[in-house]
C-alpha cells in the first residue's frame, strides 16, 4: 500500500472500512424489498434506514480502530486490514473528533424518522449507539467477552431488516421475524470469519470471543452452521410467498459451503482474508436474490 499522509482523506477512507458497508446495507435491502411484497414501500424513509445504517457502522469502525489501538489489541502480527491508528494514519485525537461528528450526523438523520414512524424510534436509535461504543469500550467490553456474535444477529439483523419495515408500513409480521433473523445470520459469518483468523492473537490479547473459548473445530462448524440456519429458515418463508423462494437459499448454500470447505483448508493465515470477502459475496447474493423473489415473485 501506498504511503498514506496523517488524518488525510485517504487515511479517514481507509479507516472508514467501505467494504464493511456491504453488512449495513444488506439488512435495509431486506427490509425495504419486504416493505414492497405489501405495498408500502416509502424511497424516503428507506434512503434515510440505509444512510443511518452506513454512519453507524463507520462510526462502528472508527471506535473498534481507536479503542482496540488504545488498548493495546491491534499488534504487529495483526493478519486483518490495517487500523488507522495503529498505522498513524489517523491521531487517537483526530479519531474521537471524527467518532463525534459521524455519530451526529447519523443522530441527526434518525431523528428524521421520527416523522414516519414516531418518537420510540429515538429508543432504538440510541441503543443502536450505545452498543457501537459499547462494542469495545467500557468497563465490559461486548466483543472482548464473547458477546459479538449476539450483537450482530440483533444489530444487524432484527433493529435494521425490522426497523426498516416497520418505518414504511408501521406494522411487523412472521415473515419479518424470520427474515430478520437470516440476515443476522449471513452477517454474523463475517464476524466469524474474523475471529476464527484472528483466534491466536485474539487470545495473546486476552479478547476472549466464542472462538478463544471453545476452540478452532468449533468456530469451524459455527461457521457452516451459520449459513445452513439462514438458508433453512428462509423455507419457512414459502407459505408467505411461494417456492421460488427457495432460489436464493439453494444458490447461497452451495456458494456457502464451498466457501467453508476453503476456509478449513487454509485454516490460518492472512489468506482468510479472501474468505471474508467470499463471505461477503456470498451474503450479498442471497440478500439481493432473496429481496427480488419477495418482491416481486
Known amino acids: 500500500m501506498k504511503e498514506i499522509k496523517p488524518n488525510s482523506i485517504q487515511a479517514w477512507i481507509e479507516a472508514a472500512r467501505p467494504k464493511t458497508l456491504a453488512g449495513a446495507a444488506t439488512p435495509v435491502i431486506l427490509g425495504s424489498a419486504l416493505a414492497y411484497s405489501v405495498g408500502s414501500f416509502q424511497w424516503m424513509p428507506a434512503l434515510i434506514c440505509l444512510l443511518f445504517a452506513a454512519l453507524m457502522q463507520v462510526a462502528a469502525n472508527f471506535i473498534n480502530d481507536l479503542f482496540d489501538y488504545l488498548k493495546g489489541t491491534d499488534r504487529e502480527d495483526r493478519l486483518g486490514p490495517l487500523r488507522a491508528c495503529a498505522q498513524g494514519w489517523i491521531t487517537p485525537k483526530a479519531m474521537k473528533l471524527g467518532i463525534t461528528v459521524v455519530v451526529t450526523i447519523a443522530c441527526l438523520l434518525g431523528c428524521s424518522l421520527i416523522y414516519y414512524a414516531g418518537w420510540e424510534l429515538i429508543i432504538i436509535g440510541a441503543l443502536c449507539v450505545v452498543f457501537a461504543f459499547f ?36 406494522g411487523w409480521s412472521s415473515s419479518i421475524t424470520i427474515v430478520s433473523l ?21 487470545k495473546k490479547s486476552g479478547k476472549k470471543t466464542i472462538i478463544v473459548r471453545f476452540g478452532e473445530p468449533f468456530g469451524r462448524y ?63 447474493i442471497l440478500s439481493i436474490l432473496l429481496s427480488i423473489t419477495i418482491a416481486f415473485l
Not at 447461497?252 to 476456509?263: C, D, F, P, R, S
Open 135 to 170: 462494542y469495545t469500550t467500557g468497563p465490559y467490553p461486548l466483543s472482548y467477552h464473547g458477546w459479538g456474535d449476539l450483537l450482530v444477529i440483533v444489530f444487524f439483523g432484527f433493529i435494521p431488516v425490522g426497523g426498516t419495515y416497520y418505518v414504511q408500513t408501521l
Open 182 to 202: 437470516v440476515c443476522g445470520l449471513i452477517v454474523d459469518t463475517l464476524l466469524v470469519v474474523n475471529n476464527y483468523r484472528d483466534r491466536n492473537e485474539d
Open 222 to 284: 459455527l461457521y457452516l452452521a451459520l449459513g445452513v440456519m439462514a438458508a433453512c429458515l428462509c423455507v419457512l418463508l414459502i407459505p408467505h410467498y411461494s417456492i421460488y423462494i427457495t432460489i436464493a437459499p439453494t444458490i447461497y448454500l452451495a456458494l456457502h459451503i464451498n466457501t467453508w470447505i476453503k476456509m478449513v483448508k487454509i485454516n490460518h493465515g492472512q489468506q482468510l482474508n479472501l474468505i471474508l470477502g467470499e463471505s461477503s459475496r456470498n451474503m450479498l
